[in-house]
């Protein structure tokens, strides 16, 4: 059964949480091909003002889809989802980093659903104005 299921605006979805570190974004640059060094290398990542390595923004909107795609099950689909990129999720050594993403339904219309997403790590919005659309599967 979807979270989803019997939905009304201002429905709150359950906070889901992902913990992000330094081998997921060695594997994440591998398999996109963005081998940018202030994903991967501390020293670079500092020398050009960063706090240390952040993960890919790309990462952070997919970490996000995963949740929704979870929330949905096989009932809904996603079919669009959009954010602005805010802070970035600095990601220290030898540690992981939580990135937390929960959600609300803002909108219910005949065809689509409209989720607003809140996707925060050390306590700070890492997406701003970030909203999904899903349809009936």
Known sequence: MSALTGIEVGAEL????FQLDRTMLSNYAKASGDLNPIHLDEAFAKSVGLPNVIAHGMLTMALA???LN???NKEF????????????VIVEADSTTAL????KIGEITEEKIRVDLTVISNEQKVLGMTRAFVIKA
């Open 14 to 17: 359950p906070t889901q949480t």
């Open 70 to 72: 979870t929330w949905c």
């Open 77 to 88: 689909k996603v079919v669009e989802i959009f954010a602005r990129f805010t802070k970035p």
């Open 100 to 103: 937390e993403v929960s959600g």
């Open 65 to 67: 889809g995963k949740a």
